[in-house]
């Protein structure tokens, strides 16, 4: 049985694998990391293995995120619960409430969350294989800040992340343990 930690090193491969060479390169030519980070852990909840902040380690920090392309965009979906003592720690920035995990949700990384301005907009989210759902944003996935007690001493997302509830992977028919698929998004 493999652990959490080799799960989310052979995700993350097949995410980088499924992404084409072009979108790589787009990514980091359009959005370059603004600093780092320094690292400081505390404790971190563990629910949907999250990537917990380790003393003394350097974490990129972005201001961007990938261009908002037509038809769709490419993202890593990740999984985070949105309710109250869930690993996502503080209500939603939109609307400062908790939500179920039976609710369709998503944090954007900072630069897609563009100041709040996503707030209560659906977006459109499709797996590989075709699979779609409806979500509403509640939340920013926090692309500059982390290794705090309000980002459960997480580190900063990445900058093309969409952190979905539960509910999400359920509807989209993705495994939660695996915890980030390749997918895309758009503005429903």
């Known amino acids: 049985m493999a ?3 080799a799960r989310a090193t052979m995700a993350i491969l097949l995410l980088l694998a499924a992404l084409t060479a072009s979108h790589i390169a787009t990514s980091v030519a359009d959005c370059q990391y603004s600093g780092y980070l320094p690292g400081r852990s505390g404790a971190c909840d563990q629910t949907n293995s999250p990537d917990c902040c380790v003393d003394g380690q350097q974490y990129q920090r972005f201001l961007c995120s990938p261009p908002v392309t037509a038809p769709a965009t490419w993202a890593a979906l990740t999984v985070n619960s949105f309710r109250y003592g869930g690993d996502g720690g503080f209500p939603s920035e939109c609307d400062m ?3 179920d995990d039976s609710e369709m949700v998503v944090a954007l990384s900072t630069g897609w969350y563009s100041g709040m301005s996503r707030c209560g907009r659906s977006i ?3 797996a590989r294989g075709g699979a779609f759902v409806y979500a509403t944003v509640v939340d920013e996935c926090d692309s500059v800040n982390g290794c705090d007690a309000e980002h459960n001493f997480e580190q900063p997302c ?3 992340v969409v952190d979905a ?3 999400v ?3 989209l028919g ?3 343990d695996v915890g980030l698929e390749a997918v895309t ?3 429903a």
Do not use: E, K, M
């Open 3 to 5: 652990t959490a930690s």
């Open 124 to 126: 459109r989210i499709t």
């Open 174 to 176: 993705l495994d939660q």
């Open 165 to 167: 509830s539960p509910a």
């Open 158 to 160: 990445g900058n093309n």
């Open 169 to 171: 992977w359920v509807a």
């Open 185 to 187: 998004w758009s503005d």
């Open 97 to 99: 409430a908790y939500h």
